[in-house]
């Protein structure tokens, strides 16, 4: 929970920022594996579900540019999150999806 991923989107809704079968960068925010937690406590739901944080853009070909850009995953694309989300995304800096999320678990 909480880890970025490269995916590829499978379903989209029309004239949304996403597309499907763009290649996007997302962060778990459920799985259905078990998790352990700190306390000794188990966490799991029913499906899994990631946030997407990012679109992946094609390399534009420049011969001057050698410098790698440090991208950061810290602002969802989108500006609703659905369902429950772990507080496990508190430690990873993923502030603005607990404040856009439903509810915490």
Do not use: C, W
Request: hydrophobic share 35%.
């Amino acid at each position: 929970l909480g880890d970025i991923i490269v995916g590829s989107v499978k379903e989209a809704i029309p004239k949304g920022k996403v597309k499907k079968g763009k290649v996007v960068y997302g962060v778990v925010v459920r799985a259905a594996m078990q998790k352990g937690r700190v306390d000794g406590s188990q966490v799991k739901f029913d499906d899994n579900a990631i946030v997407v944080v990012g679109i992946k853009e094609k390399k534009k070909k420049k011969p001057e540019e050698n410098k790698k850009n440090k991208v950061e995953f810290n602002q969802p694309t989108g500006t609703r999150v659905f369902g429950p989300v772990p507080h496990e995304m508190r430690n990873k800096k993923q502030l603005k999806i607990l404040a856009l999320a439903q509810h915490m678990v």
